[in-house]
């Protein structure tokens, strides 16, 4: 049994947590509930849970609060929020799972069968990179998982991606390659107000990478890296429109 703590401001949403799980989870057990920052981390000390049902704002702080009084996570998060808030964002950099509310039995489940390969060391780099995330509005760092490793990875660094199917490549500084099993689209909101543009359904730039743009029918881009790629025609206009905001 995965012993669960729900920490949420709102009884009637620990409520529908709680008969959700009891209902349809039968490998988790709420080992008890907790309305704040505070009464949370007295339950985390308390309790020793191996989950957190955590709700992302609190009456008297947020589930970010209540991370940086811990002194050591020992357990594993889902946060839990009713808004599409910038906090999600950070979360999204970070590789970390949230869900909205009223959070359904499909959405929980999906949520659960990620954590099982969840290993809490990643979380803890995983985690702090949330906390850097947050108070750095100009600057994230992506995590990216591989199958071998858990990298992280400044936006800035980031020339290009480029779609396999449910692959991406990214290409960084250095000459490296990454490689994660999760399409592209799941990146473009991330990283488009840090300067990238999908020119091609196989392909994503960091503007700032550009040296050149032949614009000849959908055109091609050369990178500065010496790199060429084709431009879509549907895609011609934005590119032209981003290169005039520079």
Known sequence: MIRTLIIDDEANNRQRLSN????????????????????????IRNLN???????????????FDLLEKIESVTFKIIF???YEEYALKAIKFSAL?????????????TALEKLENQ???????????????????????LVLRTAEKIYLIETQDII??????????????????????????????LLEEFGFVRIHKS???NMSYI???DKADGGSIVLKDKTELPVARRKKNELLERFSRL
């Open 20 to 43: 959700i799980i009891r209902e349809h989870f039968h490998n988790i057990s709420v080992i008890g509930e907790a309305d704040g920052v505070e009464s949370g981390l007295q339950a």
């Open 49 to 63: 849970p191996e989950l957190l049902l955590l709700d992302i704002r609190m009456a008297d702080g947020d589930a």
């Open 80 to 82: 839990i929020t009713a």
């Open 97 to 109: 799972d949230y869900l909205l509310k009223p959070v359904s039995v499909d959405d929980l489940r």
């Open 119 to 141: 290993i809490l060391t990643e979380l803890k780099l995983q985690l702090a990179t949330l906390q850097n995330n947050i108070n750095s509005p100009k600057h994230k760092t």
């Open 160 to 189: 290009r991606c480029e779609s396999d199917r449910n692959y991406t490549y990214f290409f960084v500084n250095e000459q490296r390659k990454h490689i994660v099993s999760q399409p592209m689209k799941d990146f473009e909101d």
């Open 203 to 205: 392909h994503m730039v």
């Open 211 to 213: 040296d050149s743009f």
